[in-house]
């Protein structure tokens, strides 16, 4: 069970007791007083939910269209109350009451279908298909019944309608709790959950039980029960709810799934109109097949966009923007096949900033940043082959592929990229007057087996060139 805070379980209790007082009191006065409380509750539920949606959480706009969905149904209580005591209809099915009441179900079925996390022009299909299921559930609903009321056969088809209507509310709110793992929205589908459950039990025990009991009776302090429990859940779960192990194949299924259910709904009750409202059966089927593919389109766009993104961000350093290893080891791979077949020579140069490690200590890393994106660009600048490419192999070391190349070539590359590097106008570290790379070159004419081998005569070169002094190429041929 869900717990509540002290005072709000307090003043539920008190409102029932006052609820139970005002049947027992006043045996004439009990069906108007009874009709008030039930028209109360739910705007309290709806006044809660609205409140809790001002937080602008992750759950906001959920709370929003539950505050919504309870104001629809304190306006069908109303509207009950207008016709039954007002006017003295005393038909168990006044028409517009029926309406709102139906209507109550369209914002729940956004909420359920629309995950929150989607980008807005998604939502607004969602919010469309939303408004065109209402208004053919206002078809079917009036193929029922008029503004004056149901006959028989309409008062069982509109309890089975709410039948469905609940069972389906409480099903999906429950799925979706189960595929939500923490976090606001979670504690939303847990609070929407429960009151679904309660709220289903209660509608199909006022339906089928006790049915033809008219207003202003003890069974109308059930129907206080899902409103007030939803109350104390908008009002009472400041705290954050456990996070749940939710497997992430349910998720992405439920995530996937959702937005299904408004197209589904909306053909499922254009099957329902078709025999007595065609055309606008044919429209239903007609917007629930566009509005489905063009959210399904544009949700493809939206994925390919991401993983674009995400190639990008697999294959590319994210500091200087050049390759990354992983993408310079796939280039290596093709370069090397590449030269195992024509022989045509490769040259790979390992380049490794001099000092670095006191260009941070001394300007900072943030300094640091700065420079290896100016050697980045520095070194890049010095290639003017399309079949050479750059790398960032890590760190403050770079490299560089060069096929179809001689050890003269090679090595006058690396010069030229030395040359570029001190050439730049970069902050040094205090013993140096300027920023230098050192540079060590490996050649291979005719390629074996391993290209790892090329690497490991670049990285001896690179050796050489730091004990050396530093600022300056050296060649290892394999
Ligand atoms: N600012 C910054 N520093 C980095 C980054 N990656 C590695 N470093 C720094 O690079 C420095 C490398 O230091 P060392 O390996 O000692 O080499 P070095 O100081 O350049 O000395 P030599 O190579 O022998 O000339 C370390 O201080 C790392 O913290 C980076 O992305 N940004």
Not at 57 to 78: H, K, S
Not at 232 to 257: E, N
Not at 440 to 447: L, P, W
Request: hydrophobic share 55%; with cysteine; glycine share 8%.
């Amino acid at each position: 069970m869900p717990r509540l805070r002290a005072p709000f379980s307090s003043f539920l209790l008190l409102y029932v007791l006052c609820h139970a007082l005002a049947l027992w009191i006043d045996r004439g006065a009990a069906k108007p007083l009874s009709y008030a409380f039930l028209s109360a509750t739910p705007l309290l539920a709806g006044v809660a939910c609205f409140l809790r949606s001002r937080r602008r959480d992750a759950a906001a706009g959920n709370w929003l269209a539950l505050a919504l969905a309870m104001l629809l149904w304190a306006g069908g209580m109303f509207a009950g109350m207008w016709q039954d005591v007002i006017q003295q209809n005393s038909n168990v099915a006044p028409g517009l009451s029926m309406l709102l009441y139906v209507l109550y179900g369209v914002p729940l079925t956004f909420i359920l279908a629309s995950p929150g996390k989607d980008a807005w022009w998604l939502r607004l299909i969602d919010g469309v298909l939303a408004a065109v299921l209402g208004y053919l559930f206002f078809v079917q609903t009036f193929s029922f019944a008029t503004m004056h009321g149901a006959d028989a056969q309409g008062v069982v088809n509109l309890r089975l309608m709410f039948d469905i209507e609940n069972i389906y509310i409480a099903a999906f709110a429950l799925i979706r709790l189960a595929a939500t793992g923490g976090g606001e929205s979670r504690m939303f589908f847990k609070a929407l959950s429960w009151y679904a459950c309660v709220y289903l039990a209660v509608a199909a025990f006022n339906n089928h039980f006790d049915a033809d009991v008219d207003f202003g009776t003890p069974v109308d302090l059930l129907i206080d029960l899902p409103f007030l429990l939803l109350f104390g859940l908008a009002c009472s779960w400041h705290k954050a709810a456990r996070p749940a192990v939710v497997p992430a194949r349910l998720v992405w299924a439920v995530r996937a799934g959702s937005p299904l259910l408004l197209p589904a709904s909306l053909l499922a009750v254009s099957a329902a109109i078709l025999h007595g409202e065609p055309r606008h059966a044919v429209a239903g089927f007609a917007i629930a097949a566009l509005g489905y593919g063009l959210r399904s389109i544009l949700a493809q766009v939206g994925a390919f966009e991401e993983r674009a993104q995400l190639n990008e961000l697999a294959l590319h350093d994210p500091l200087t923007g050049l390759a990354n290893r992983r993408q310079f080891e796939a280039s290596l791979r093709r370069a090397w096949q590449r030269v195992r077949r024509r022989d045509d020579g490769l040259a790979l140069l390992l380049i490794d900033v001099d000092h670095f490690k006191q260009v941070n200590d001394s300007l900072g890393h943030q300094a640091g940043d700065r420079c290896l994106r100016a050697v980045a660009g520095a070194l890049s600048a010095c290639l003017n082959r399309g079949g050479d490419s750059l790398a960032r192999y890590g760190g403050e070391e770079f490299v560089a592929i060069l096929p179809v190349a001689t050890p003269e070539s090679a090595r006058m590359m690396g010069e030229a990229m030395r040359a570029a590097v001190a050439a730049l106008r970069m902050p040094a570290p205090e013993a140096e007057t300027r920023l230098t790379v050192s540079i060590g070159v490996g050649f291979v004419q005719q390629a074996g087996d391993q290209d790892a081998s090329l690497l490991a005569v670049a990285d001896a070169a690179l050796y050489r060139a730091k004990h050396a002094g530093r600022n300056r190429v050296e060649l290892g041929m394999l």
